[in-house]
């Protein structure tokens, strides 16, 4: 991995962190990342069509928009503007391109460079023992892939990796396909990222999403943000909180870094929020040790019962726990048995911190706990999701206006495809709900996820494995395991808009399979097309392309997949992928008969703003097996990294989209130029022995005892939890062990990595 260019290092600076965000530089910023990528027309024909009724989903994060009559006219962030600009580039990848470079080569380029190359144009394949994609047609391309998938021996050899980036028409095409060819290996990038919240969630409440609308975050007494950076991955939200606040509501920000967007907010699309000091954001700010919030949560429940005990039928909702719920008694005696000394062990925080917390939880009827992978990405991050549930339970903040669960979600469709019955283990219901749609029996036998998916490559049991809208390669963990793996199958294909990793990183043969962004304009036999998506509050809504499609060679990816199911399955099925292909209303109309909650489907979604799926949590119905809501009890688990080792987290900066740098800075944070860096905590830096800025390898500590090693990292001092460090996904993807992954929900632990530095010279000594 470290022959992989890393532009920027050389230049790097370092400012204090900022204490506020999303102000005019915000706005500024956007901007010119668009004129860097393409002309004015083009920019103003994207920026202006974002999240309107009449436009395209901003294929950012899953943040839902207001009501169609109280949004703004530029209902957009700055990095909603930056992923759409990076998609409406100007920039092309011919096969001019690919001629003159060699995979190989590509190899080598950073992910940065890679995506700057542009929009993807034709179809391309890479012939067995060849260093050099080639052009192929699109009947030509589609067949090979066919033919490979029918020469398996068994379906399950066969891998359809998607990201949330997908719109719900293609992904409910893409698992009938699967389903249909008669696996159900489709993982997805949910195993890696919300996993643990569907899996708590399912388990306690009987439904894997979130219960919270817009008008509840509005309206909520108390909103916990916890383990999410919102200033950067969710800057809408910021909106939302500081109407929480306006209204007298309160928020208490938990996370181990002082990140820019929970202390202060200036909003860019007011004339209030570009000069002054904007909003103060967090009342109070937990800087909590890493993986601490299970602790937090369970020290919040003990003082909750404590509190009760004092002044019986006061404190907890008795109506809600006797006629709603199971399990109480239970939970009521294992929650006692925590001991203060554990809890500030795990947390590192005072009690009177905590004791300040549970006063405002005694002063709120209606309380909100958000959540993103501060918490699902760590070995108990199931656990420490149940045990908000208990919290949220106890004085009946589930189900009712302004109170609730709101997992925060990433990929703006990836609740949406899930819906669709993207998942490797979707249940029964649905699968019998296909076969009386479509005739067919629909495989039972639960699928592969991310992580399984890299162990069946590697042990030659996965030999195919076509990827949708994603970058399979530098999501997963394990970065030299995952390549090898790859490198292992008969065939890699990728149905992408640009380039990335995954498309150099290539099994015997490999296939390229460009496509139409959100932003293009989508025309089919019956007309221009639209897709729909849900946000993270179960809203569902049309998106519509509106600019000239990037190359008169691209397919969209209904299209791709309808042909390729054709050719793999052949006519003997009772699915009319022609139709499908050619009207997507014929896929909706589907959609409606097999999905819960679709019923008229295309007429409701035409509607402004679309409509909302129901949550019976909402209801006071909970589809559990006992009907009942369910308390838990969950054992003390904390996380300890052995003397003279950090526990590392791997995040997100400022300008990157997932797997994909858009520039070297992170101006929230004050650095510039440089992506291989590392945040410590100046007391550690002290007790190491390094020097700021020194140079260091990252070496990471597992059970198995391979040494995985990210050279060539610059130490910055940074006010992050003592004992704990930060550095970028996924340049140190390469560090998370492939074993390593949260209980039950299997999501690598990518926020929890056990790792010593070496300063680099060490090892490059003679
Ligand atoms: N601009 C932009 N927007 C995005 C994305 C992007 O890459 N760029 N990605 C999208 C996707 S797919 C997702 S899933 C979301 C991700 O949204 P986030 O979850 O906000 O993303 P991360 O950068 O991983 O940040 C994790 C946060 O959790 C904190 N944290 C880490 N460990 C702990 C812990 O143990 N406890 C607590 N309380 N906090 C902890 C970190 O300090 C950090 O603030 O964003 C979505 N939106
Ligand atoms: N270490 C570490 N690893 C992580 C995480 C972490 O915090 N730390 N986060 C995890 C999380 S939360 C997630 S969600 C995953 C993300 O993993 P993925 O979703 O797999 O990765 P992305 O970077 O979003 O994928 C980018 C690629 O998608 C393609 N693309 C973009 N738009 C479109 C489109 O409209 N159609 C098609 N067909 N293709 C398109 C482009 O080719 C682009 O290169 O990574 C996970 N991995
Ligand atoms: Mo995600």
């Not at 530089?25 to 202006?48: E, M, N």
């Not at 099994?507 to 989508?522: E, F, K, N, V, Y």
Request: with cysteine.
């Amino acid at each position: 991995m470290s022959t992989i260019e890393d532009p920027g290092d050389e230049r790097l600076s370092v400012t204090p962190p900022k204490t506020w965000a999303t102000g005019l530089p915000a706005v500024t910023h956007a901007l010119q990342y668009s004129f860097g990528q393409t002309s004015v027309r083009r920019t103003a024909l994207t920026l202006l069509n974002i999240n309107q009724t009449k436009g395209f989903d901003c294929p950012g994060c899953a943040w839902p928009e207001p009501a169609p009559g109280q949004r703004h006219k530029n209902e957009y962030c700055e990095n909603g503007a930056k992923h759409i600009s990076d998609e409406a580039t100007s920039r092309r990848v011919t096969a001019d391109f690919f001629r003159q470079h060699s995979i190989s080569e590509l190899g080598k380029k950073s992910d940065y460079w890679l995506n700057q190359q542009g929009r993807l144009t034709e179809p391309m394949i890479k012939h067995s023992g060849s260093d050099h994609y080639e052009s192929i047609g699109w009947d030509e391309a589609l067949g090979l892939l066919a033919d490979e998938l029918r020469g398996l021996d068994t379906p399950n050899e066969a891998l359809f990796y998607t990201s949330g980036r997908l719109g719900n028409e293609a992904a409910f095409l893409l698992q009938l396909f699967a389903r249909a060819f008669g696996t159900n290996n489709l993982p997805d990038c949910s195993n890696m990222c919300h996993e643990s919240s569907g899996f708590a969630l399912n388990e306690t409440l009987g439904i894997g999403k979130g219960s919270v609308s817009l008008q509840d975050v509005h309206d909520a007494d108390l909103i916990f943000v916890v383990g999410q950076n919102p200033g950067t991955n969710h800057p809408r939200m910021l909106s939302a909180l500081e109407e929480t606040k306006r209204n007298g509501g309160q928020i208490i920000a938990v996370n181990p870094l002082p990140e820019a967007g929970l202390m202060r907010f200036k909003h860019p699309q007011k004339p209030r929020g570009v000069i002054g000091r904007g909003t103060a954001i967090a009342d109070q700010f937990l800087q909590i040790r890493p993986g601490g919030d299970l602790a937090l949560f369970q020290a919040l429940n003990l003082l909750l019962l404590q509190a009760e005990d004092e002044r019986p039928g006061t404190v907890l909702d008795r109506s809600f726990i006797d006629t709603r719920t199971t399990g109480f008694a239970d939970f009521a005696e294992h929650a006692r048995k925590i001991s203060w000394p554990d809890i500030l062990a795990s947390t590192g925080l005072t009690r009177g911190e905590i004791e300040r917390v549970h006063a405002r939880v005694m002063h709120s009827d209606k309380i909100i706990v958000c959540w993103a992978m501060g918490l699902t990405q760590h070995k108990h991050g199931v656990p420490t999701i149940r045990e908000i549930v208990n919290f949220l339970m106890l004085r009946g903040n589930i189900g009712k206006p302004g109170a609730g669960v709101c997992p925060v979600r990433g990929h703006s469709n990836v609740q949406g495809d899930r819906t669709m019955g993207i998942w490797e283990r979707m249940p029964k219901p649905f699968l019998d709900s296909l076969e009386r749609e479509f005739g067919f029996t629909p495989p039972t036998e639960h699928g592969l996820d991310s992580v399984d998916s890299i162990r069946a490559m590697l042990k030659g049991r996965a030999k195919v494995f076509l990827g949708v809208a994603g970058n399979f390669v530098r999501a997963t963990p394990d970065s030299d395991a995952t390549e090898k793996a790859m490198r292992r199958c008969r065939l890699t294909a990728h149905i992408s808009t640009k380039l990335n990793r995954s498309h150099t990183v290539c099994g015997r043969t490999a296939l390229i399979l460009p496509t139409l962004g959100r932003s293009d304009r989508d025309v089919q036999a019956s007309g221009e097309q639209f897709v729909t998506v849900e946000d993270s509050m179960s809203e569902v809504h049309a998106s519509r392309g509106r600019l000239a499609p990037a190359s008169d060679k691209l397919l969209s990816e209904v299209a791709i997949i309808s042909r390729l199911a054709r050719l793999t399955l052949g006519e003997q099925l009772a699915i009319p992928w022609e139709e499908f292909e050619a009207d997507y209303n014929t896929i909706r109309d589907r959609i409606a008969r097999v999905v819960p909650g679709f019923e008229d489907f295309t007429a409701r979604v035409k509607r402004p703003g679309g409509f909302r799926l129901p949550n019976p949590v909402n209801r006071g119905v909970f589809p559990t097996p006992s009907g009942k809501a369910v308390f838990t009890c969950n054992a003390f688990q904390m996380l300890q990294a052995p003397k003279g080792h950090l526990i590392l987290q791997t995040l997100r900066s400022h300008d990157q989209w997932n797997t994909v740098p858009y520039a070297m800075n992170d101006r929230y944070r004050g650095i510039r130029n440089a992506r291989r860096v590392v945040l410590v905590n100046p007391a550690d830096l002290e007790e190491l022995g390094l020097a700021d800025r020194s140079e260091v390898d990252l070496v990471s500590v597992w059970l198995d005892g391979v040494e995985r090693r990210a050279s060539g990292f610059r130490v910055i001092s940074y006010p992050t939890t003592p004992g704990s460090a930060a550095a970028y996904y996924p340049e140190t993807n390469v560090l998370v062990p492939l074993d390593s992954v949260a209980d039950f929900s299997n999501t690598p632990t990518s926020k929890s990595i056990v790792v010593r530095l070496e300063p680099t010279r060490e090892r490059t000594a003679p």
